[in-house]
Structures are given as C-alpha cells and as structure tokens.
C-alpha cells in the first residue's frame, strides 16, 4: 500500500523569505501523480501544484516550486517570497496512474506560520 | 458560485441518531469523491463514484455508512446510529475524469 510522510508538523516563515516543507512516499508504483494541496483556516483545500512522476523536470507554478527525487520518492514544495495569505495546512498528496482507482492519499499535513 | 458545495455545514448530533450530507460537484463533473478528515490528520478516501456507479469503497466506510450519487449529479453520505467516533470533518471533491480534484468546504460533524 501507499503511503505519504510529512514530519514537519509545523513550519514558520518570515514574509518575503523562502520555505521548503517536506514529503516523502512510499509506493511499488513506476507511474504515479504527486500533489501539494493548500488548506486555509475553515475554506476548503485548493491544489497548489502537481508532478506527474514520469516527468523529470520539476513543476513550478509562479512562487511555488517541487523538488521532485524519484529515486528518494521525496516530493518537497518551497515557496519563495512568502506572503502572508500562504499561511495554511499544506498537504503533500499521491495518486496512482492506473486508471481503476482516483482516491488520494494524503499525509498528515504542515502548518505554516508566516509572519510580518 | 460554480464550486462543489456541500450541506450542512456544521451538524450536531447525538449519538444514535442517523445524519445525512449532501455534496453538490461542480457541473458535469463526472467523478465524485467523499473524505474524512480527523483534527490533526490529512484526508482519508472512504468512496469514489464515477456518474452514478459507485466504484470503490474504503475499509473505513462500515455497514453504518452509506453513499448515493443518483442519475450522477449529487452525492448524498449518510451515517446511521452515529458514534462519537464518527465526528470529522466530511469532505467531498469531484473531477471531470482528470487528474485535479476539486474539493468542497465540507461538513463538520461533531457527535455529543
């Protein structure tokens, strides 16, 4: 079975400054998808970015950016020029290629501070 | 607003009482999913339906619980004889067969 580590609990970051939260996974898998997913205080969960493990080159979605290490099965997200409105739970998240099943499977999430 | 949606979105209850949520996926979605997220814990899958067939459940859906998507549009989740365990936070997502999931503000059961 599946299964995705985060062992960050928390994490702060000053405004303006980079942040890198950690995930790692475990999976038999050769072809998989990877998630980082955002989830402010009671709104819901919202996709950051994402990695299809066949690519190699790493996803960037303007400040957020992975570090993909297929080999290591580590998926870590750093955000660049933190604001205040990335203050969160982030959740790193898997999901299986193959097409009979779609459930995620997430980690127990970070929670980011950021501060002025 | 064209975002999944669900009610309630809180629910007291007391134990032994049945509840029942509903998720509305945005429009044409065909894949719908139903989570449950505990404090302190990531989501967990509990069912997945693609239209109206019901394609995968989860360990943790016992015989208590039940989920319904007629004629594919809404979701309903229903929870029997609640048990303070039950209490969570509901979630429910839903994609148009690729691969970004859309996830809803969810309902927040709390069982006394």
């Known amino acids: 079975a599946q299964t995705v580590t985060q062992s960050q609990p928390e994490m702060s970051v000053q405004e303006a400054e980079t942040v890198t939260l950690s995930c790692t996974y475990d999976?038999?898998?050769?072809?998989?998808?990877l998630f980082w997913y955002k989830q402010p205080p009671s709104r819901q969960m919202i996709l950051v970015i994402r990695?299809?493990?066949?690519?190699?080159q790493n996803a960037t979605e303007n400040r957020f950016s992975v570090n993909f290490q297929k080999a290591a099965k580590s998926f870590s997200l750093k955000i660049s020029d933190s604001q205040l409105g990335d203050a969160a739970m982030y959740f790193c998240?898997?999901?299986?290629?193959?097409?009979?099943?779609?459930?995620?499977?997430f980690g127990t999430g970070t929670r980011l501070q950021v501060f002025p | 607003d064209t975002g999944v949606s669900q009610n309630p979105r809180h629910k007291i209850t007391k134990r032994g009482q049945n509840v029942t949520f509903r998720c509305d996926p945005i429009?044409?979605?065909?894949?719908l999913y139903w989570y449950r997220q505990t404090l302190g814990q990531g989501p967990e899958f509990l069912t997945y339906?693609?239209?109206?067939?019901?394609?995968?459940k989860s360990r943790l859906l016992s015989d208590r619980f039940s989920a319904e998507r007629p004629k594919g549009s809404f979701s309903t989740l229903e929870i029997q004889r609640t048990e303070q365990g039950d209490s969570a936070m509901y979630l429910c997502?839903?994609?148009?067969?690729?691969?970004?999931?859309?996830f809803g503000q969810g309902t927040r059961l709390t069982v006394v």
């Open positions: 997502a839903s994609s148009l067969g690729t691969v970004e999931a859309f």
């Open positions: 999976t038999s898998e050769s072809d998989y998808y």
């Open positions: 990695q299809e493990a066949y690519k190699q």
């Open positions: 998240a898997y999901r299986s290629a193959f097409r009979d099943t779609d459930k995620l499977i």
């Open positions: 429009s044409e979605h065909n894949r």
């Open positions: 339906f693609q239209n109206e067939a019901q394609l995968e």
